[in-house]
């Protein structure tokens, strides 16, 4: 079976079949990468995790990584709070993960602070208020349409009042023309329209792609701003070509 036809399979699933049907996707599709499990990442991502440390920040609680994968982001916010969760729907990416901690040179004492957990990001095995943060990098467009908002939800309800979402995705409108495994592909207005609705509020991303946060609803303006001009060169050079949202609980 062909990749693209596993991701239809995913697509037309039934509710209660969905989660099943992820895992088993997701499980191959990480047995494809044991190969590449004993190599840091690459210099590309490891500029993107910078971003992300500078935006969360230092002297956190609990913070949480959905969809963790090869565990890179995880490892590497060991240093921003005492305790660290890496969640992903695939047993086999958590097994990679939790194995590749010497590839980090941590302590003791930080290893302790990191945990993966194989869970879904539709219902989080976690108390309500629990994290100061959440963090999802190329996960969310993975989730069916019809499951983004009960994400939404979940991860508001585990978030300490204050606390904050950070979500990377690709922009819906930004020409991503080879994503068969992206199922929920929104620009950020839709994003920042659902976010709302889950409850979220004082939307911030970045400025083009680099620091200082500002109101994200600049880069609302640039979308529309870039799909009068048709401009498609202009999306990755402003910072739209991505979702880089952050929201509030």
């Not at 079976?1 to 399979?9: C, P, T, V």
């Not at 494809?32 to 210099?43: I, N, Q």
């Not at 060991?78 to 958590?94: E, F, L, R, Y």
């Not at 996960?139 to 349409?145: D, F, G, K, N, S």
Request: aromatic share 8%.
């Amino acid at each position: 079976m062909s990749k693209q036809n596993r991701f239809e399979d995913l697509l037309k699933a039934p509710p209660a079949s969905r989660k099943q049907v992820a895992e088993q996707l997701y499980d191959r599709r990480y047995e494809d990468r044991l190969s590449g499990a004993s190599r840091l990442p690459t210099k590309r991502r490891r500029k993107r995790i910078a971003l992300y440390k500078a935006i969360i920040g230092h002297g956190h609680q609990c913070i949480l990584e959905l969809g963790c994968g090869a565990g890179d982001l995880t490892y590497s916010l060991v240093d921003h709070a005492d305790k660290i969760v890496g969640t992903d729907i695939s047993a086999n990416a958590v097994e990679i993960a939790a194995t590749r901690e010497k590839l980090w040179s941590l302590w003791d004492d930080q290893i302790k602070k990191t945990e993966f957990k194989q869970m879904s990001a539709l219902q989080l095995d976690f108390p309500d208020g629990m994290f100061d943060w959440a963090v999802s990098t190329s996960m969310i467009e993975h989730l069916h349409p019809e499951d983004v908002d009960i994400h939404l939800r979940e991860v508001r309800r585990v978030l300490k009042v204050g606390g904050n979402y950070l979500i990377w995705c690709p922009n819906g409108l930004g020409h991503h023309d080879d994503r068969d495994a992206h199922l929920t592909m929104l620009s950020y207005r839709e994003w920042m329209e659902k976010l709302a609705r889950a409850g979220f509020r004082r939307f911030r991303s970045t400025l083009t792609s680099r620091m200082p946060l500002v109101d994200a609803r600049f880069k609302i303006f640039l979308e529309k701003m870039l799909v009068l001009s048709r401009l498609t060169i202009m999306w990755s050079h402003l910072g739209v070509r991505n979702v880089l949202l952050v929201s509030t609980q």
